[in-house]
């Protein structure tokens, strides 16, 4: 059986580094980008096909994937007379590989049912090295016939592939699993930040901290750069935790829940990303948490 033909939208990092992955696996691609031109032509320099716009990307697709930054960018791509929805095949597959709101994502859906086709959320785990190597975690979720019709394909993207449920239940686990890593971020940046101030090695305090259950590998993301510099191991830019953290109490405040523990993380989040820390990596929160005194008088 020959290979399905893939339409991807949204060649950022992590976008880029999965059309490489699925031009190195044989697959055919039609491409359509948003702001960096440099993923597109990369994939079109490997032979993808650059489409106008997204009905013209879908109607040339087997299976269309997204990978946006938020839930407006997917929902524009998806809707309107040249969205997605307009030219999706019958019995198309189409995936949305971000970090989405899970309403967003069931209102989505029911539009693609009544288009004949079918819609998975399956947002991702690790980084863009892992997409380009193929070994991401899928978080995927959805009608489980679709889902094991497109298996193959996403065998090739990840290592660790789900499927977890009704459509909406990838976004949903994806908003809780991010709220505990940043919230931990947060935390762990603090805490180096306050060892400094009261004039206590950020070594010494790893050392101990690490020897009990607190050790976690958030933990060690924190630290490779809080006492080795090297903010690449957690390569998240605060930005973008701070719009999953937003979404987590979002989604919570619809489901009629209460989160408490968010709120602390979202102001941290926030503040950083209206000052300079907007595109920096979340281990250098440090450097924001340190910059914070107390002003007396």
């Keep these: 059986m020959s290979k399905p033909h893939i339409g991807f939208i949204g060649l950022g990092l992590m976008g ?30 490997r032979g993808a ?20 930054d938020t839930s407006a960018s997917v929902e524009a791509r998806m809707f309107g007379e040249d969205g997605v929805i307009a030219g999706l095949r019958p019995g198309a597959v189409a995936i949305d590989f971000g970090t989405s709101l899970p309403s967003s994502t069931r209102r989505i859906g029911e539009a693609v049912a009544a288009a004949g086709a079918v819609y998975l959320d399956a947002p991702l785990g690790r980084t863009p090295a892992h997409g380009r190597e193929g070994k991401l975690n899928i978080m995927c979720a959805g009608e489980e016939v679709a889902f094991r019709r497109v298996r193959p394909v996403l065998d090739d993207l990840g290592e660790n592939v789900f499927h977890l449920g009704p459509l909406g239940s990838g976004h949903t686990i994806k908003l809780i699993n991010n709220f505990y890593a940043m919230t931990t971020v947060c935390a762990m940046a603090e805490a180096f930040a306050m060892a400094d101030r009261a004039g206590v090695s ?85 450097d924001f948490f340190s910059s914070l005194a107390r002003r007396e008088g």
């Design 16 to 45: 880029s580094a999965m059309v490489q992955r699925l031009l190195d696996c044989g697959y055919r691609l039609s491409v359509l980008g948003r702001r960096s031109r440099a993923g597109v032509e990369a994939a079109v320099a």
């Design 49 to 68: 096909q650059e489409a106008a716009n997204g009905r013209e990307l879908a109607a040339a697709s087997d299976i269309v994937m997204l990978c946006m």
């Design 202 to 286: 950020r070594q010494a305090l790893y050392d101990v901290m690490a020897a009990g259950p607190n050790r976690s590998g958030m933990m060690d993301f924190m630290k490779a750069y809080a006492v080795d510099g090297d903010p690449e191991q957690l390569a998240f830019a605060v930005r973008n935790a701070r719009k999953d953290v937003a979404y987590y109490a979002a989604m919570a405040e619809e489901g009629g829940g209460v989160s408490i523990m968010s709120g602390s993380t979202k102001l941290a989040l926030s503040l950083a990303d209206s000052g300079a820390f907007a595109e920096r990596k979340v281990p250098e929160l440090v």
